[in-house]
């Protein structure tokens, strides 16, 4: 069959497209942490993309008891692809439903330390960064208290609600917060729409790990240091323990907590030329450690069937 002029350049031009198309993808792919990205930063929940959101609850729909606990709002997930920094997608369930997290909101203590630190409020000596580092990779309540009590309520609180991070937000269900002393003894400081100690919302998770990602928690180094603190966890259970079965040489960036029926977990994961995302989970349960062990599968399955492509080249 002879084509014609004007077939030709069309064709041309698919291939062209197609090819550019390729290219920006393999571009759009970061190697490291924080990414450096010039372009300003869109709100993480303006960029909720139906397609992921609908694969998510499609999945999650699939577990009865998952869903049973959804309903009661016993059960909250967000998920943030982020292969693509220019086009990042997000999806949640029960994402501002406020829920006790247990060691969790350890990762704002660390945000307020590395604040307080760029401030030259705190002393970075060797304790300190000890205690930094064993307060998140072992969940380490000694070390923590001792941080928060170097730091004070009123100065964790103060970063929580700085308009530049928002990560307790009454507009949107409150969020991350910490006010008691990860001990027996000590003064309650609860937030006050439900009165917790020690809560998160996924979306202000999420929204943490996504600002961090982006270097944007603090400063740049001040996120980089943060990474490099979170990386490599101790604990091998909840999320972590499905993640080295999963995807054995991913780098996981984690916090999880666990009280009684409460399970937490939060973790970025970030494969060289793969996985690259955010998921968090909070569960009141006493299964809860499994079913946040169980769930990291199924958001594999919600990443195959919301990307193709994604599936094909990059989960194995």
Partial sequence: MKLNLLQIILISLILSTTACGQENEQAHQPETLPFVFNDSL????????????????????TKPKWVKLINQKKMAIGLVDLRNPYKVAYARVNGNVMMYAASLPKIAILLAAEDALEK???EYTPEVKQDMRIMISRSNNDAATRMMDRLG???????????QYALYDD?????????????????????????LSHAATVSQVCRFYYLLAFGKLVSFERSKQMLAIMGDPELHHKFVNSLEKIAPKAKLFRKSGSWQNFHSDSIL????????YILVALVEDPDGEKIIRDLAYTIEDVLRSYSPAYADKRIN
């Fill in 120 to 122: 030259g409020e705190l």
């Fill in 153 to 163: 309520f009123k100065k964790i609180e103060s970063v929580l609600t700085d308009p």
């Fill in 42 to 61: 869109k709100p993480l929940r303006a960029l909720v993309d139906a397609n992921l959101q609908q694969e998510l609850t499609k999945k999650l729909n």
């Fill in 171 to 195: 507009d949107f269900g409150g969020g991350l917060w910490v006010g008691k002393r990860y001990s027996k003894f000590g003064e309650r400081y609860p937030e006050h729409i439900k009165g």
């Fill in 269 to 276: 994961v970030w494969e060289q030329d793969g996985r690259k």
